[in-house]
């Protein structure tokens, strides 16, 4: 079995990292990878799974990306996929397109994964066609269903985002050198009552609502302190400027720690007190606080998209009505005397096991093998 992904990049993201594990765990089983992308940081890891990588500006939002049309039907018929696996917008148009320059018997089937909430639009549309679509999520399936009624109930599968459960599992502790560097690196965080907050600084991750939040901790007497985990885009400084200040503002500026994007998001989320989810919209699936809950620790979150179905299952005791702070405030006062304890270990189907067998099943569905 051949399976080609098209994807705009491999540098860091959560599309990233899905394509990254399914080429991990595809490969081990004996199936072949292609990745076509811009390239990225994350090549060298994406080879390291025995994946070839081809380089191909097919993401671009611009109308010289149609010149990669010919470009890649091309390779299409060199490469023969039996699987062509879309993961996102701009690739997705582009393999379509390619699919049609073929004749019908050169043709792949055409996979596309669901991995964001997109605007709704034909843009978008595109994501919902083919002759399967994953949803990543309950509630992305239902969203489809929804904004795409021309896309068949039966064609859509969901198959949820994964963890490793050898890696990410209540057992798992940071080494003692680690927890002495990240005393070291950030002192102020010690005796501290530690809130993690990861995810790129961007205005849907609900940064801002870390101000009245921690206001209202510090008020009742707890040392609360926000860690907010992410890269800063280039760019998006101004936006960082923009929360800072209202940190000011809120008078809890020096209740909160910035640590840029980490690689070692593991040692972070185990170190930290309780992880927060405040997005402002839904997000697909939440791939960080199924990690902290798989690590045992607790997550508190906005009660709506995939972060809600994880709570659900896991502790519904963390679900908090989207966008109240005061609740928010409230649920981590109580947790900072008596602090839950999530369901483990980590149930189907969000093992990276279960993520896949599922893949591996849907694509022999199709396999000309």
Known sequence: MK???????????????????????????????????????????????????????????????????????????????????????????????????????ERPAIISSFHGFHSVNAYSGIMAKGDKVIAV??????????????????????????VDATRFNPEYKPSAEWLEKWYHDYPELKGKYTLCLPGRITRLKGAPHLGPILRQLRSKGIPAHAVVVGETKKGKESYRDEVQAGFAAEGVADCVTWTGHRRDLADVLSACDVTLSLTLQPESFGKTTLEALSLGRPVAGY???????????????????????????????????????????????????????????????????
């Open 137 to 162: 999520s309950r509630c992305m399936r239902e969203h489809i269903l929804e904004n795409y009624p021309s896309t068949p109930a039966e064609s859509i599968v969901v198959i949820p985002n994964s």
């Open 3 to 105: 399976v080609m992904h098209l994807l705009p990049s491999l540098s860091s993201g959560g599309v990233e990292q899905v394509v990254l594990e399914l080429c991990e765990g595809l490969c081990a089983a004996g199936v072949e990878n292609i990745v076509v992308s811009a390239g990225g940081s994350m090549v060298p890891a994406i080879e390291a799974t025995g994946a070839r990588h081809i380089t191909r500006p097919i993401g671009k939002k611009s109308l010289l990306t149609l010149l990669q049309v010919g470009k890649t039907a091309r390779l299409i018929r060199e490469e023969k996929p039996d699987i062509l696996h879309l993961h996102s917008r701009v690739p997705a148009w582009v393999g379509h397109l390619a699919c049609r320059r073929l004749a019908p018997a």
């Open 303 to 369: 009660e709506h998209g995939g972060v809600g179905e994880q709570l659900e299952q896991f502790l519904p005791a963390g679900m908090v009505p989207t966008c109240d702070t005061q609740a928010m405030a409230d649920t981590l006062e109580a947790w900072y005397t008596e602090r839950p304890v999530p369901l483990t270990p980590v149930p189907a189907p969000y093992r990276r096991d279960d993520m896949i067998r599922a893949h591996i099943a849907l694509y022999q569905e199709f396999c000309k093998h």
